[in-house]
């Protein structure tokens, strides 16, 4: 019989061996997304596939699943508690899965996503509908395995934010839909801001000084952050002290680079300063929605706001003075902002972002709880398009082909992105109270900013959910009223509006 100490001991080295495969896992993806040849890929990708399945067996290790049935009866600090209770409930969840089934969906899901991605090429949806449906499927049944008694639909939402379900964001939604909808309609109709210089012609060689300048003011430090270029911009944390970023470059909009990477770097920061002592454990994995919120928080509550951009602005203007040299530092910050309702969620404003969550939420609700029929699908994202938004969607590449999560079969996702904008903006309330955030942008100083989100966010990692974090920092649980308040103060003085 081993004793606690010498149990701990075995669960800590499996711990460390599984974060190592991944380590180097995560180190080979960043490589194929940024830098390596692409011809080379179907060599790397079968090395990968090898290392996914040493990875997987190490993951469902039988004694290790013995051993945290063991320590779950024992008495256990705070965070070994946490750590027990985690990895557990993945244990037990993978167990219940049929293998055979468990292989046929990971084809089905690698077959969707070539298909998704021919079909966004050739804009035909078509060519991607049957592999959807039979996602839908597919993923519905493996709800079903992991939680018997649950409806599928809240399992996927619990899997991407812990304590997170239909009820709590049916009131979210409710709200949005009653408080941000008339505001945009008004906002729509009183077009006074002007942002053409935005999409004027801007070099690439040029763009990248200015995200040299902009990760130099943010903190982002090259003694523990690195940046890269990919299709995509995406954020991978290797460790504390080695988080990578990318970002990509479009020269026809100025804000697309800048906005992207400050919201990855948002996400770095998250990466950087969770406690150390979780380094290479479960409680690295943090949910999606309060990622996002630290992402969202950084993009839009600090980067968008007057006072930061003051400081990267004259630079900006001396890089590209053919674009911007009759455009003053007011001009910029209202271009930056400027609401358009449009189709696609990635290129979305700030106020009209949330609303292409809601129309997400509400298919993906509709898709499990039968109220919608996936072969009608792409029908009713096109009518709440118009419903919502007030926008014809003309080609399904700017429609229901757009997002690449429900290629995956990533349902229950989405929902995370309006509710971090959300989170968000209630730490933003906290924040203000303790710190004089204009006059710490002013200055440039943003340490004030990211050493608070330390302590209140941060270094917690995943060893609570988010309603604990908030409640534990803020003495409130997640209230979505300061977000609605927070876009109604804006865009009403924004756009004049009474
Ligand atoms: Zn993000």
Known sequence: MMDLKEKLTVLNKWEFKKSAYELLIATAYFDDETIAPKSGQNYRYERLALMAGEIYEISVDPKIKELLFELEKEELDEVTKRKVKLLKKEFEETAKIPQDFYKAFTKASLEAQAAWMRAKEQDDYTIFKPHLIKLIDYQKKMALYRRPDSDPYETMLDDYEEGMNKKAYDE?????????????????????IKDDFIHAYYPKDKQAKLMEKIN??????????????SAHPFTSGFSNNDVRVTTSYDEHNISSAIYSIIHEVGHAFYEHQIDAAFEGTVLKNVSSGMHESQSRFLENYIGRRKSFIKNYYPYLQD????????????????????????????????????IHILIRYELEKGIFDGSIDPNELDRIWNEYYEKYLHVKVRSAKEGILQDIHWSGASFGYFPTYALGSAVASEIFHYMKKELDLDSLLEKGDLKAITDYLKVKVHRYGA????????????????????????????????????
């Open 172 to 192: 979210f939604f409710d709200l949005i839909k009653k408080e941000l909808l008339p505001l945009i309609e008004k906002v729509a109709k009183k077009q006074i």
């Open 216 to 229: 130099c003011l943010l903190g982002f430090d090259k003694s523990w952050g690195y940046m890269g270029i």
């Open 319 to 354: 890089l590209y003075k053919e674009n911007l040299k009759d455009v003053d530092l007011d001009e910029f910050y209202r271009g930056v902002n400027i609401v358009r309702p449009s189709l696609v969620r990635v290129d979305a404003d700030e106020l009209t972002y949330p």
């Open 463 to 498: 060893l609570y959910d988010l309603n604990t974090v908030l409640k534990k920092s803020f003495k409130e649980g997640f209230n979505p009223r300061y977000y609605i308040d927070y876009l109604k103060e804006k865009y009403q003085k924004l756009y004049q509006l009474d």
